[in-house]
C-alpha cells in the first residue's frame, strides 16, 4: 500500500494561504538551498494530489514557459508526474497525465493508496488535507515554515473535526530562516 504524504507550505502564525487566495508571502526556491530541495522533491516519483482550485492554480502555471525559465528542474517534474485532482465539479483534467476523482472521498483516497506504486503526496489544498486528516488516511506531514507573519488568512487545518496528535519526526532548517518540519500522525485513541 502506498503512502500518503502531505507537503504545504504556511506562515509562522499558521496559514497556508492569506486573504483572497495570496501566496505571494511563500518564497520557496528564492534561496539556493529552497531550490536545491524544491528541485529534489520535484525529482521523486511520487503520485501528485490535488484539490480542484490548487490543481488549476498549479495546471495554469507549471507548464509554461515561465516555469521551464524560472524552475526548470521543478517543472520538469511537476509536469511528468502522475496528478490526481479530486473534485466534484470538474469534468476534465488538460494537464498531461492527471485524471479525476469524483465519488466518496474516503472510498477513492483508500483505492488510491491500495493500487498507486509510488508514495502519494498533497500539494497545497488545505480543504482537502483537512478532509483526509479527519479521516486517518494521512502518513506523514511535511510543511514548510516561512519566517513571516501574515495576520490573516486560511488556517493549514481550518475546520478540522478531531484533534490530530503529530509528534515531530524530522527538521531541516535553511539559512534563510525557512524551516522543513515533518510530523507522523498517531492513532488517535
Given amino acids: 500500500?502506498?503512502?500518503?504524504?502531505?507537503?504545504?507550505?504556511?506562515?509562522?502564525?499558521?496559514?497556508?494561504k492569506g486573504v483572497s487566495e495570496d501566496i505571494s508571502w511563500?518564497?520557496?526556491?528564492?534561496?539556493?538551498?529552497?531550490?536545491?530541495?524544491?528541485?529534489e522533491?520535484?525529482?521523486?516519483?511520487?503520485?501528485?494530489?490535488?484539490?480542484?482550485?490548487?490543481?488549476?492554480?498549479?495546471?495554469?502555471f507549471w507548464p509554461t514557459p515561465q516555469?521551464?525559465?524560472?524552475?526548470?528542474?521543478?517543472?520538469?517534474?511537476?509536469?511528468?508526474?502522475?496528478?490526481?485532482v479530486v473534485s466534484r465539479t470538474l469534468k476534465t483534467a488538460d494537464w498531461n497525465n492527471t485524471r479525476i476523482l469524483h465519488?466518496?472521498?474516503?472510498?477513492?483516497?483508500?483505492?488510491?493508496?491500495a493500487s498507486a506504486?509510488?508514495?502519494?503526496?498533497?500539494?497545497?489544498s488545505g480543504s482537502l488535507i483537512t478532509q483526509?486528516?479527519?479521516?486517518g488516511l494521512i502518513d506523514s506531514y511535511q510543511f514548510m515554515l516561512d519566517p513571516i507573519a501574515i495576520g490573516k488568512g486560511t488556517p493549514?487545518?481550518?475546520g478540522l473535526k478531531r484533534p490530530l496528535n503529530l509528534p515531530l519526526v524530522g527538521t531541516r532548517v535553511f539559512r534563510s530562516g525557512t524551516i522543513v518540519l515533518t510530523y507522523k500522525p498517531q492513532a488517535h485513541e
Fill in 26 to 39: 511563500h518564497k520557496q526556491g528564492t534561496g539556493p538551498e529552497e531550490a536545491q530541495f524544491a528541485e
Fill in 156 to 158: 493549514i487545518f481550518h
Fill in 41 to 60: 522533491g520535484a525529482k521523486s516519483e511520487s503520485i501528485l494530489l490535488f484539490g480542484r482550485v490548487t490543481y488549476q492554480m498549479m495546471a495554469s
Fill in 117 to 124: 506504486k509510488h508514495p502519494i503526496t498533497i500539494l497545497g
Fill in 67 to 84: 516555469a521551464f525559465k524560472a524552475m526548470p528542474g521543478v517543472a520538469e517534474g511537476m509536469n511528468r508526474s502522475e496528478k490526481v
Fill in 1 to 16: 500500500m502506498a503512502t500518503l504524504n502531505v507537503f504545504n507550505f504556511m506562515s509562522l502564525d499558521g496559514y497556508y
Fill in 132 to 135: 483526509i486528516a479527519d479521516l
Fill in 103 to 113: 465519488g466518496d472521498l474516503g472510498q477513492e483516497i483508500g483505492k488510491l493508496k
